[in-house]
């Protein structure tokens, strides 16, 4: 049960280049979500999909892009990293659920600790 | 006003007490909320959704307020285990996957 995976999980670069981190979950999970967590701020959400070829801007969108070519894969590329793109990055991936009592929980991966110098 | 609070601790328990935690969120239309655990430098993983009536998962208890908006975690008998950072998540709004992660109230359980 591989569940949600993140890589790399260290990642340091510098200033300018361009970056991708990779998320893969086996659970075919319709929505998948991209996170930093800084401190001082909880988790604020990148971008996130509601199934392939579908995303969506988060809070704090700006710098990162994504696609979502197959449901289990969801890249999130930084295409000039600056300084305050240092951070961890989460992925998370969620069921579609229905009904009253549906709770779309999220499930995270390990995460990324991305140093931009 | 932040969307979620959470009052940051640490909260600094001997082992075998009892501790709550509170979070209050803004948005009236929020429906779903949890209680998440997050450990040093880990990923959040989720302790328990938190249900309208209240409810009980071994030691730990979660409450939702709705009228005054705010839930609470409590946490019986605690174990030098449970010493993390615990994160209290609401959606944006009904029927959104969009959700609200507050920054986190830190627990120390010292023995």
């Known amino acids: 049960d591989a569940g949600i995976t993140q890589s790399p999980r260290y990642k340091i670069t510098e200033t300018g280049r361009q970056v991708t981190l990779m998320c893969h979950q086996t659970w075919s999970h319709s929505y998948m979500f991209w996170y930093r967590q800084d401190l001082g701020h909880g988790l604020r959400l990148i971008y996130y999909?509601?199934?392939?070829?579908?995303?969506d801007k988060g809070e704090v969108p700006d710098g990162y892009v994504v696609s979502r070519s197959k449901t289990e894969n969801f890249p999130l590329t930084l295409e000039s990293a600056t300084r305050s793109q240092t951070s961890v990055y989460f992925c998370?991936?969620?069921?579609?659920?229905?009904?009253?009592?549906?709770?779309?929980?999220?499930?995270f991966g390990a995460g990324t600790r991305l140093s931009v110098l | 006003r932040k969307e979620v609070e959470q009052d940051p601790g640490p909260f600094n328990v001997p082992e075998g007490a009892t501790v709550a935690f509170n979070c209050t969120y803004s948005?009236?239309?929020?429906?779903?909320f949890f209680w998440y655990r997050q450990d040093c430098r880990k990923e959040p993983k989720l302790l328990m959704s938190v249900y309208s009536s209240g409810n009980e998962d071994g030691r730990f208890t979660a409450q939702l307020n709705r009228a005054s908006q705010y839930i609470s975690l409590l946490i019986r008998d605690s174990k030098l285990s449970d010493s993390a950072t615990y994160l209290c998540?609401?959606?944006?709004?009904?029927?959104?996957?969009?959700?609200?992660f507050g920054t986190g109230t830190r627990l120390k359980v010292l023995a």
């Open positions: 999909s509601a199934a392939a070829d579908i995303t």
């Open positions: 948005n009236s239309a929020s429906q779903s």
């Open positions: 998540v609401v959606n944006k709004a009904s029927g959104t996957y969009k959700y609200i």
């Open positions: 998370a991936s969620s069921e579609r659920e229905t009904g009253p009592i549906a709770k779309n929980i999220q499930y």
